[in-house]
């Protein structure tokens, strides 16, 4: 069979292995070259998630407990898109997140924050015939981290989409317009190429916004697409 596989992303666009001023990154950095493998079928045509893999509420991390969590309610949604511009339909997105107070609910996280006891901070959904997703949720806050002496992270919710096939797998964060800590942010700004960066940040959207309620945010995310064919031009 004739596998197409998938085009390699730019590589300005992706954060390297090594990236010094991120610390972590000088441990888990591989410390040979990699070996490029070709894609196979099991790549290019799975994983596959049914619609009974995801709850009525995953989606509202807001309704997720018997209180609501406190803190700025906003709505987070966007278009999935391969590199063609198709959308990505059907596929799963999940997220994660700090709450308000900039605290995981996680036992790893000792952050000198509260926890909220009506915010887990985690949520999935699928993309809808026309790729988009939606969440409902708090705006996360920011919070510290060791990676050098008064180190703080901007506020950022965690994304994981599987799109169509194990090849289009993309893990990813999502930050705010306007965040002061984003420039000085070791992990977004070990993104080479500036216009690459800035597609991590979503739009402050009114018209997603529900009055009343919730403030809006767009976050459109592109997956990799397959290779187009070839031009050729006529002789
Ligand atoms: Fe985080």
């Known amino acids: 069979m004739n596998i197409r596989g998938y085009r390699r992303p730019d590589p300005n666009t992706q954060p390297p292995y090594l990236y010094p001023a991120y610390r972590s990154t000088r441990r888990r950095a591989p410390t040979k070259p990699l070996i490029v493998l070709p894609h196979t ?43 063609d511009g198709h959308p990505v339909r059907h596929s799963l997105v999940e997220i994660w997140q700090a709450n308000a107070a900039g605290r995981y609910a996680h036992t790893n996280d000792n952050h000198a924050a509260p926890l909220d006891p009506n915010f887990t901070g985690a949520g999935r959904t699928l993309t809808d015939a026309d790729g988009w997703y939606r969440f409902v949720t708090i705006k996360p806050g920011a919070y510290p981290w060791r990676n050098h002496e008064n180190a703080w992270r901007p506020a950022h919710i965690h994304f994981s989409l599987f799109g169509h096939a194990f090849a289009t797998r993309l893990v990813t964060q999502m930050y705010f317009p306007g965040d002061p800590l984003f420039p000085i942010d070791p992990v977004s700004q070990s993104i080479p190429d500036q216009k690459a960066r800035e597609r991590l940040i979503a739009h402050f959207d009114l018209g997603s916004a529900q009055s009343e309620w919730a403030l809006g945010y767009r976050f459109d995310i592109v997956l990799r697409g397959r290779e187009a064919t070839p031009f050729e031009a006529l002789a």
């Open 41 to 83: 079928l099991s790549e290019i045509t799975g994983p596959v998630y049914g619609h009974e893999d995801v709850g009525e509420l995953d989606d509202d991390l807001t309704r997720q407990h018997h209180g609501e969590p406190l803190g700025e309610r906003i709505i987070v949604s966007g278009q999935v898109l391969d590199e």
